[in-house]
């Protein structure tokens, strides 16, 4: 077992079995439909035009390469759009690192080669993207290649694990032939894909949105900038936008349509489900910078009926964000806003509780609160949510905190 | 064809929200060492070098235009491109280069600050240190759009110059005819080879390596896309016609007068405008004076980093002014130093200048060819590109520019002596 870098491979003579040098190697590829890290063959350039070298058939690759077989019976090299070319979609290119969660540059490839029967089994095991990588690629062929190695390893490496690399790719046919599917960055924290998102070129953001899980998607581009959101999501065909803007919360939807032009956010909605349509096109009505174009219609209200046990049940079945779970709201006739409970009341009393027992004075506000005034109310109240009601008193949305955080950042 | 304001209207809206990058570009090129170059052209030569501002106009929007569509198609910005393209060791080399040359500009302008404000009896030890801090803040602590509404408030104050020229009453026929028209071959025999040598300095110092870098970083940061290329095509061409046209009034001003006077040799361009005082008043004086605070000011905000965003993006270290320090430091070092250096060289006692000027004009020469090549491979790359790609007749100017940017540099170097 040892380690050996793609920019050591690349360029290195081909020795047949007869130890002669027959071409040099171009390329190194890998096959994601049979192994995801193992290589599949070398493309050899030699004075025959490009050859390939089959993995089982290379001996050795130290200081060159040594194949198992003639270069008479090297095939061809035809170009194939599903194999992995180390050299062209690697080196120097951009990938995510999902360990680190940004965005970075390959500086050099490592490979790991270990013996088996008469031939290597080289696989990747991690992409260098430092100091280390640079300067073997800055002194090669410039300095003789032990004393480059003695230099080389007084430098701490930096490398990613294959397993955390997530590469980019814009050709959405490629992507399925490649078994790239941004699985590493699905895991991440939403706030994190929107980072990573930001720092990438539009092409490759598309390709992320194209490819993760709507819903991940939906999460992500709630915390995008919405600049680049609104270009992301204009760079998508309206059915796909569709499905991410749909699992979005509909306060964040209707901001993200508002960005859009007429045209696009018509053929959006168009194509969503019926019932997130009218809720989002119901607060695409009102202004921007109110309450009501900063709240949200997912909240959870019960009748002030109600006792403690209804509640937590209400909670349980709530498929709207988190921060709108602080408060439960208490509703009289026609849906009018007469009470609110908090969560920490409902957490330390009993079942059977009446939640009018437990309610305190709840804090409205119209729809047409502008932003200020929404925010000074957050203010001044210590709030964690704020109930819109409209002129007849009836519960219309809830403003939550993290809402207005972002509202006072993007002022400045 | 009936005339529709609505669509009038949406191009406008279309034209405001790119509007930017090509103009602060564009003007990039009348930096402190612009400014010299122009002057000391009028007042050698009066009205003969006017014809050279056409061609050099065309050659800059070609190549600006190159510079904007890539970073609108590809989404990325110059040092990325040449990285993915050509490799680490290319970039590396090339980048090392970007950094010496782009040093030396950033000296040259502080130096434009320094004797900008000499004029007004400030002192270069207090007044560099200040314009240096100025800088840094602006930059580290600005969001883009607020540095790029500074930026294009600033592009605007250009028209000092314009004023400058109108307060120089200058032969307007005349010169509208010697910008139309090669002057006489006697004429240009008569002022013999230092002639040639100035028209090397003028067409190098309207197209400059760094702006090519930072407009198509700022394309790409506006977030300009293909669909509103079109405006953008139009940022870019009106930004290199206005620093066109600034040149060519710095020009004539400094022919109406100085040249027509007989004090043919300046040193720099604060000397120029001492020179005006007397013969096209105070105020045009003034003009002219703050006019190179303005532009020597103006390039070395934009200059370090530019400079500091291409390389780390070309060499993969972490930029951004949204990163804090330990995250990105290399970005802010380089960023850092470039400033403090470029301005700390002037403090040393008997610096010379108008040397400083020279040398970043030379430099800035020399680069220019390996940056356009490297541009016209990769616009021309249909993988990277698409339909996006040059057109024929396209190429053909851009490789004109290109073989006569490196006659002029390779002959500017061998005149050197």
């Known amino acids: ?412 | 064809m009936t005339f529709s304001w609505k669509s009038w209207k949406t191009r406008l809206l279309m034209f405001a929200a790119v509007v930017g990058p090509g103009l602060i570009a564009g003007e990039g090129g009348n930096d402190a060492g612009g400014i010299w170059t122009y002057s000391v052209a009028g007042a050698r030569f009066g009205y003969s070098l006017l014809w050279a501002m056409i061609p050099a106009t065309a050659a800059l929007i070609v190549v600006q235009e190159m510079a904007a569509r890539m970073g609108a198609v590809t989404g990325k910005g110059l040092s990325d491109l040449i990285r993915e393209e050509f490799g680490f060791r290319v970039t590396f080399f090339l980048m090392a280069a970007l950094v010496a040359t782009n040093f030396g500009n950033v000296m040259a302008e502080f130096a434009g600050v320094a004797s900008s404000l000499a004029l007004f009896d400030l002192p270069r030890q207090i007044v560099v240190p200040l314009a240096a801090a100025a800088v840094w803040t602006l930059v580290v602590r600005g969001t883009y759009d607020s540095v790029e509404k500074i930026f294009l408030i600033s592009s605007i104050f250009f028209v000092c110059y314009i004023f400058a020229g109108i307060l120089a009453h200058p032969d307007w026929k005349a010169a509208a005819f010697a910008t139309v028209t090669q002057p006489e071959t006697l004429t240009v025999r008569n002022y013999g080879h230092v002639y040639v040598y100035t028209l090397i300095a003028l067409v190098g110092t309207t197209i400059a390596p760094w702006m090519q870098f930072y407009l198509q970083a700022s394309i790409v940061e506006k977030g300009v896309t293909v669909r509103q290329y079109r405006a953008s095509r139009w940022d870019v061409i009106i930004g290199a016609l206005f620093a066109a046209v600034i040149a060519w009034f710095i020009i004539v001003a400094c022919a109406a007068t100085l040249h027509l006077t007989g004090q043919t040799e300046i040193r720099d361009a604060a000397d120029a405008a001492m020179a005006l005082k007397p013969l096209a008043g105070e105020f045009a004086y003034l003009l002219f004076a703050a006019g190179l605070f303005n532009a020597s000011l103006f390039a070395a905000t934009v200059l370090p980093i530019s400079t500091a965003y291409a390389v780390c993006e070309g060499l993969g270290f972490e930029s951004g002014l949204d990163k804090k320090f330990h995250e990105a430091p290399v970005f802010y070092w380089l960023y850092t130093l470039l400033i403090v250096l470029g301005a700390g060289v002037l403090l040393l006692p008997n610096i010379p200048l108008v040397q400083i000027m020279f040398f970043s004009q030379v430099v800035n020469g020399v680069m220019l060819p390996f940056v356009l090549i490297f541009m016209l491979l990769l616009v021309n790359d249909r993988e990277l590109m698409g339909t996006h790609v040059n057109s024929r007749g396209f190429n053909i100017i851009a490789w004109i520019t290109v073989a006569s940017m490196m006659g002029l540099t390779v002959a500017m170097l061998l005149t050197q002596r």
């Open chain 1, 1 to 412: 077992m040892s380690v050996v870098t793609l920019s050591e491979l690349l360029g290195a003579a081909v020795r047949d079995p007869s130890g002669s040098v027959r071409g040099r190697v171009r390329e190194i590829a890998i096959a994601p439909q049979d192994h995801a890290t193992r290589v599949a063959y070398l493309i050899v350039r030699t004075s025959n035009g490009e050859r390939v070298v089959r993995a089982d058939a290379v001996k050795s690759c130290s200081p060159s390469v040594r194949a198992s077989s003639d270069a008479a019976a090297w095939d061809t090299h035809t170009p194939s759009d599903g194999d992995l070319l180390l050299k062209r979609d690697l080196l120097d290119q951009q990938i995510i690192d999902v360990h680190g969660r940004k965005v970075v540059r390959v500086n050099d490839v490592e490979l790991d080669a270990t013996p088996l029967n008469s031939h290597l089994i080289l696989n990747v095991t991690s992409v260098d993207v430092g100091a280390r990588g640079a300067i073997r690629r800055l002194a090669k062929g410039l300095v003789p290649s032990f004393t480059l190695r003695a230099l080389l390893e007084k430098i701490p490496p930096r490398v990613i694990p294959w397993q955390f690399v997530d590469l980019l790719e814009t050709d959405p046919a490629r992507r399925v032939k490649l078994k790239i599917a941004y699985e590493g960055l699905s895991k991440l924290h939403p706030a994190d894909i929107a980072d990573i998102v930001e720092d990438l070129p539009p092409a490759e953001r598309e390709a992320v949105f194209e490819t993760i899980d709507e819903e991940v998607a939906a999460e992500a581009l709630e915390e995008i900038d919405p600049k680049v959101r609104a270009a992301i999501v204009e760079s998508l065909d309206s059915d796909r936008a569709a499905d991410i803007v749909e699992e979005m919360d509909p306060d964040a939807a209707a901001d993200l349509l508002e960005d859009l032009s007429e045209k696009q956010s018509g053929e959006i909605l168009e194509q969503m489900e019926p019932e997130g349509r009218e809720e989002v096109a119901h607060l695409l009505e009102f202004g921007e910078r109110t309450a009501a174009g900063r709240m949200t219609t997912e909240y959870i209200a019960v009748p002030e009926t109600a006792v403690v046990d209804d509640a937590i049940e209400a909670l349980k079945h709530f498929e709207g964000s988190r921060e709108a779970l602080a408060t439960i709201y208490l509703t009289g006739d026609g849906q009018k806003l007469v009470g609110a409970v908090t969560l920490v009341k409902i957490a330390i009393s009993s079942p059977a509780a009446q939640l009018s027992d437990l309610s305190e004075p709840y804090i409205a506000c119209a729809p047409d609160t502008p932003d200020d005034e929404v925010a000074a109310l957050f203010d001044k109240y210590n709030l964690i949510t704020l109930a819109v009601a409209d002129e007849h008193g009836r519960l219309a949305g809830i403003i939550t905190a993290d809402d207005v955080i972002t509202m006072l950042r993007h002022r400045r």
